[in-house]
T-cell receptor, first 114, second 113 residues
Framework: NAGVTQTPKFQVLKTGQSMTLQCAQDMNHEYMSWYRQDPGMGLRLIHYSVGAGITDQGEVPNGYNVSRSTTEDFPLRLLSAAPSQTSVYFC?????????????FGDGTRLSIL | GENVEQHPSTLSVQEGDSAVIKCTYSDSASNYFPWYKQELGKRPQLIIDIRSNVGEKKDQRIAVTLNKTAKHFSLHITETQPEDSAVYFCAARRSGGSYIPTFGRGTSLIVHP
């Protein structure tokens, strides 16, 4: 198993550009989520999904869109990049059945908005 | 919703000392408490977890304790080594509902050789 795979690992954008961060998992996990990590702020939830066709907003959803057309993939779209979206983005997945299901994280995408 | 507070934000110890990181949670329905370690430039990775029907769990030099009545849980690292230096996150989660785990803000542990 590859686990959770994120692409790209690094990206530099100009303000106003759009892009999609890719996330794929091969563990047949129902739950997938996107976090952003900024210094001193911990992991803040952007969007999450509990299954194909189902998505919901997290703590900081503004400026981001998601879709979940398959169990495996959960892309994150930046609609019009802003410098405030400079961050490290982590995708995570887990099972939903049973209480003791830890999150499995991808390696992250380091995004800089100029 | 759930709120998880984590303290301290930074912890500096000498090699061989013990380190303790504490978290409190607000939702009495939370029943799963994982701890993650994030080394510099890497992904967060699970190091130990505990369920609400267990008071303590150990794995070599690390242990986690849970006090359900007080709604707090702690990570204990004994005989710290420089490779323990990392950011540690606690989290709380309940079964059912949205399954969203709530993370603490993290503790930066620095182990001085």
């Amino acid at each position: 198993n590859a686990g959770v795979t994120q692409t790209p690992k690094f990206q530099v954008l100009k303000t106003g550009q759009s892009m999609t961060l890719q996330c794929a998992q091969d563990m047949n996990h129902e739950y997938m989520s996107w976090y952003r990590q900024d210094p001193g702020m911990g992991l803040r939830l952007i969007h999450y999904s509990v299954g194909a066709g189902i998505t919901d907003q997290g703590e900081v959803p503004n400026g981001y869109n998601v879709s979940r057309s398959t169990t495996e993939d959960f892309p994150l779209r930046l609609l019009s990049a802003a410098p405030s979206q400079t961050s490290v983005y982590f995708c995570a997945s887990s099972r939903t059945s049973g209480p003791d299901q830890p999150q499995h994280f991808g390696d992250g995408t380091r995004l800089s908005i100029l | 919703g759930e709120n998880v507070e984590q303290h301290p934000s930074t912890l500096s110890v000498q090699e061989g000392d013990s380190a303790v990181i504490k978290c409190t949670y607000s939702d009495s329905a939370s029943n799963y408490f994982p701890w993650y370690k994030q080394e510099l430039g890497k992904r967060p990775q699970l190091i130990i977890d505990i369920r609400s029907n267990v008071g303590e769990k150990k794995d070599q030099r690390i242990a986690v304790t849970l006090n359900k009545t007080a709604k707090h849980f702690s990570l204990h690292i004994t005989e710290t080594q420089p490779e323990d230096s990392a950011v540690y996150f606690c989290a709380a989660r309940r079964s059912g509902g949205s399954y969203i785990p709530t993370f603490g803000r993290g503790t930066s542990l620095i182990v001085h050789p």
